[in-house]
């Protein structure tokens, strides 16, 4: 992690799948941003009820394809899981 966040992400109910918030967060921009990698199916994203989500394994993905390069790909490996 960059050192300037006090505590790590939760996702909260779906185990490995993120929010746009989450994703967005991880990724250094806004949501809005994140809405638009995945309305132009550069990232991977999955309805989930009325709400959009990305599986950590896709941001990866993603990542490792150089579409995010502000990110850490640790960050995302390391990020914990809520059970």
Do not use: Q
Request: neutral net charge; charged residues 25%.
């Amino acid at each position: 992690m960059n050192g300037t966040s006090t505590a790590p992400l939760r996702p909260r109910l779906y185990g490995d799948m993120l929010t746009i918030s989450e994703t967005a967060e991880l990724c250094h921009v806004a949501p809005v941003t994140v809405r638009r990698w995945c309305d132009s199916a550069r990232l991977r994203s999955y309805k989930v009820g009325g709400s959009r989500r990305v599986f950590r394994v896709d941001l990866l993905a993603f990542i490792d394809a150089g579409e995010a390069v502000k990110v850490d790909p640790g960050d995302i490996i390391n990020l914990e899981v809520a059970e």
